[in-house]
DNA sequence: TGGGTCAACCCGCATA
DNA sequence: TATGCGGGTTGACCCA
């Protein structure tokens, strides 16, 4: 006999004591839990709930709970009447969905958080305890994981979103403050034009070069600067180099490193990923602008 | 009545 | 090969 079948006869766990559940419950729970559950519903209740109308039952799923919810959990197969036809997993087939009550609920959540992979001793452990297959705690563990990173990944993206923005306006900020030295080169490149008389000895046109080299956010080579900026501030070309050095060292890796941190590798992973192929920036803003409405 | 939520299912993939 | 998981989808249910 296998564990799952134990389980849907409602035998006793191997691996747990009967009231592995109940210890985990916090006294408030406890409280609740002294609220007919689904299992001591079971006495009083008609013992075909499963062949109930779920509207007949509601009256008694809002003992259980705020919503009204249909009465929930598929009995076990003892408790099925008749020689209905039966699908692996002991439920009925054909039959209508139900939602857990929120005794199941809670304690699903509790073990949720002590941790998000189930274990076949926990899930049968479960199952029991809870008058439940194992095969619907199974699901709701796969279904909750996938609500966690959906929430994790809206999480991600505020943080994300909120980054950017700083980062743009500090972008911003630094294109006018280069505009503003372009503009201050030329007037000193006019005045020097009209002076010819003035030479620049070998020493200081090296020491020059080199600084225009080491501090690549000011370009001498003024046309071809303009041209670049007054077709995109941040064409890539050179809004790329002047992004690298206009950033303030390590700026850009206290920014990875402090994006949220997740369990999942793959979110940070995204975000390098992001930054560090910015060369389709139209994708980047169509997504930025087509998940504004997240919320 | 449309949209949101959730249990349940299906399919492909990874792993022991 | 059995089992479990993730991603996507379906259908029941609830609510404004």
């Excluded at 005045?191 to 001498?220: F, H, Y």
Aim: charged letters at 25%.
């Amino acid at each position: 006999m296998s564990l799952e079948q134990m389980a849907c006869n409602g035998m006793a766990s191997p691996f747990f004591p009967p009231n592995f559940l109940l210890q985990m419950q916090t006294p408030h729970e406890d409280h609740e839990q002294n609220q007919p559950s689904s299992t001591t519903l079971n006495t009083l209740l008609p013992t075909t709930p499963c062949t109930t109308n779920p509207q007949d039952l509601r009256g008694m799923a809002a003992l259980l709970g705020k919503r009204s919810m249909s009465f929930s959990g598929i009995e076990p197969c003892e408790e099925m009447t008749g020689d209905d036809d039966l699908s692996d997993d002991c439920s009925q087939a054909g039959e209508k969905k139900r939602r857990l009550n929120m005794v199941q609920v809670r304690t699903l959540e509790k073990n949720f958080e002590l941790g998000n992979k189930l274990e076949p001793e926990r899930k049968m452990q479960l199952a029991r305890a809870l008058g439940l297959q194992p095969r619907q705690i199974a699901i709701w563990f796969q279904n909750r994981r996938a609500r966690w990173k959906t929430k994790q990944l809206e999480k991600d993206y505020e943080v994300l979103k909120r980054q950017f923005e700083a980062l743009k306006s500090e972008n911003d900020a630094l294109q006018a403050h280069n505009k503003k030295l372009q503009a201050e080169i030329m007037a000193l490149k006019g005045r020097e034009a009209s002076e010819p008389t003035i030479n620049l000895n070998k020493e200081t046109e090296g020491s020059c070069s080199n600084r225009s080299e080491n501090s690549s956010e000011i370009n001498l080579d003024i046309s071809r600067t303009s041209a670049a900026t007054e077709t995109s501030p941040l064409n890539l070309q050179h809004g790329r180099s002047f992004f690298a050095a206009s950033v303030r060292p390590g700026s850009m890796t206290q920014l990875l490193q402090g994006s949220a941190k997740v369990e999942h590798g793959a979110p940070e992973e995204n975000l390098c990923n992001m930054f560090c192929n910015m060369d389709d920036q139209s994708a980047f803003w169509a997504w930025s602008e087509q998940h504004h409405s997240f919320h």
